[in-house]
């Protein structure tokens, strides 16, 4: 009879059983030697998990064992954090890698290794009290000072330690009492733990699917760097790094972008599948690095060729992917190819391409093969070069790409503040404000007038700060700086309504104004019917082949 799966990985041998007090898992993880890096999921246990887990170990309550996995290779030097600790792990042959546990010992890790809080910040999610007097866990409040009732939970692990805090800060006896339990009850805890040992890296990465795949409410981000990422010492070490990393192009929050799937597309994976469905295709730490230096160039491409500012004014993220994975392929594309693509991203907005999302993905990654300008001909036949049938909308909703396509239309404009006369510098802006840039004339509705508030003709580009209403600068602009109104596409038909308070006109006017603006600039930035053959270097190349 043949053997069942004979090339699956197993253990080396049977999985031990451990119990660590609660002094020795928090010394070790401090070690390096139980490690937490990013290789189980980020962190998303709010201050009520974290004070509820006080309180079991307080109670004496269990908190589920811990599935520990310890390599036969060596793990090598890292430097990381855990919460608010730092951690500095030197080359060990016996460190154990979290498997699944990560937001109870972090938790316990990083509040019981608290270091001293600055009180002018704010405090974290780990910076916990116990309540002498109240006898509860609790919080700081910003700028607040803790009591002298409120013991920190990083004095109580030491014996020594909690008996200097009680020297300092002078309680009753029941007081002292109380804080003599709590210490006990945290230092006499005993954590059970699973400990599975194998040569392959494979092993404790499906018993994490399937302890994860039953009951378990995992994204799929949040899996894939359970399973990809932080076993090595390579930077970067998971999807929260890489997105750090792009955070220094200045586009928004790189965690809005597809960060998993710019992973696998530069190794030609699917990116559109679930991980169960990957198998043993797993892509690697490398390809972090990989899809975090692709990324970059994207980034840099959209800001400077395609004029998209921010992440948040993408018509549709997940055409960033095949862009990925062109830039890995190519990193220095030529400027032919460059103004093309921008074509191509303009022409998908405007068309709803990637409105599918999976199968629109796929196709445009099978499109991008081994030679760059057939790869980026390909990509535009996709689409095509006929100026489909669009409509913006007239609400305004920038979680819809027709709405997106439009603040971009209205960045475009060249908007000046109204205060100053001076042309807005949209990209500080942009990461000041965020989508709260796109701020509204009107709060609250005229009386009897039909305006629809959500209306895009309510929505102006300008610094959402304390101050004078923007209706009010407006029409002050109207009456003393009517040609600053331009940038803001008020027509002087539209600036007179505004000066006379006739607000249905206004709206009106301005609504019409806006949408021929939009699809004038989305016109030419699509470059619809102009002709989109490769550059001159790519033909001649052709003909002599």
């Known amino acids: 009879m043949a053997e069942l799966h004979p090339s699956k990985p197993t253990v080396t041998r049977p999985p031990s059983v451990r119990s660590y007090g609660m002094e020795k898992l928090v010394d070790e993880v401090a070690r390096g030697l139980i490690r937490i890096p990013t290789f189980q999921r980020s962190l998303k246990w709010g201050t009520g998990d974290v004070r509820l887990l ?259 004014l993408l018509p549709y993220s997940v055409a960033i992917i095949p862009l990925v994975r062109l830039f890995h392929l190519f990193p220095e594309p030529r400027p032919r190819s460059r103004e093309l693509l921008s074509r191509w991203l303009w022409r998908t907005a405007a068309a709803g391409t990637f409105q599918g999302g999976g199968p629109a993905v796929r196709r445009a990654l099978r499109a991008i093969q081994d030679n760059e300008e057939k790869s980026v001909q390909a990509l535009l036949k996709l689409v095509g070069p006929s100026q489909p049938t669009f409509h913006p909308g007239t609400r305004f909703n920038l979680r819809t790409a027709e709405s997106r396509l439009a603040a971009l239309s209205l960045l475009a404009a060249g908007p000046v503040d109204l205060e100053t006369g001076e042309l807005l510098k949209k990209e500080s802006l942009l990461l000041e404000h965020g989508d709260k840039l796109f701020t509204r004339a009107f709060l609250r509705q005229p009386k009897d007038t039909a305006l629809d508030l959500r209306s895009i003709a309510n929505r102006f580009v300008h610094r959402n700060e304390e101050g004078l209403p923007l209706l009010l600068l407006l029409q002050g602009a109207a009456q003393t700086h009517p040609e600053w109104l331009s940038g803001h596409l008020v027509t002087p038909a539209a600036r007179s309504a505004l000066v006379s308070g006739r607000w249905d006109e206004f709206f009106a006017l301005r609504s019409q104004e806006i949408l021929a603006h939009v699809h004038r600039y989305v016109a030419t930035r699509a470059r619809w019917g102009e002709t989109d053959r490769p550059s001159l270097a790519a033909l001649v190349s052709e003909a002599n082949e």
């Open 54 to 312: 006080l309180d079991s170990v307080r109670r004496g309550f269990p908190i589920s064992a811990l599935l520990l996995w310890k390599q036969t290779s060596p793990a090598e030097a890292q430097t990381y954090k855990v919460g608010p600790v730092t951690i500095d792990a030197p080359r060990s042959t016996e460190a154990l890698w979290m498997v699944d546990g990560q937001q109870r010992v972090t938790s316990l890790t990083a509040t019981l290794l608290h270091p001293p809080p600055d009180y002018e910040r704010p405090p974290d999610d780990f910076e916990f009290y116990f309540d002498l007097e109240r006898n509860e866990f609790i919080r700081r409040a910003f700028r607040k000072r803790p009591l002298p009732t409120w013991l920190p939970m990083w004095e109580i692990l030491d014996s020594a330690r909690l008996l200097k805090w009680l020297r300092v800060h002078r309680q009753t006896e029941e007081a002292e009492n109380l804080a003599f339990e709590l210490g006990n009850a945290f230092r006499t805890y005993q954590v059970p733990a699973i400990v599975v040992e194998s040569a392959s890296d494979e092993l404790p990465l499906e018993i994490f699917k399937r302890t994860n795949s039953a009951g378990r409410r995992l994204t799929q981000n949040e899996v894939f760097q359970a399973l990809h990422a932080g076993q090595t010492g390579e930077s970067p070490r998971g999807l929260d790094e890489m997105a750090e990393t792009l955070g220094e192009l200045r586009f928004g929050d790189a965690r809005e972008l597809p960060l998993r799937q710019s992973v696998l597309a530069v190794r030609n994976i699917d990116p559109t599948r679930s991980f169960k469905d990957l198998g043993n295709r797993h892509p690697g730490q490398s390809a972090m690095g990989e899809a975090t230096q692709a990324l970059r160039r994207v980034i840099i491409f959209l800001k400077r060729d395609a004029r998209i500012p921010h992440v948040k």
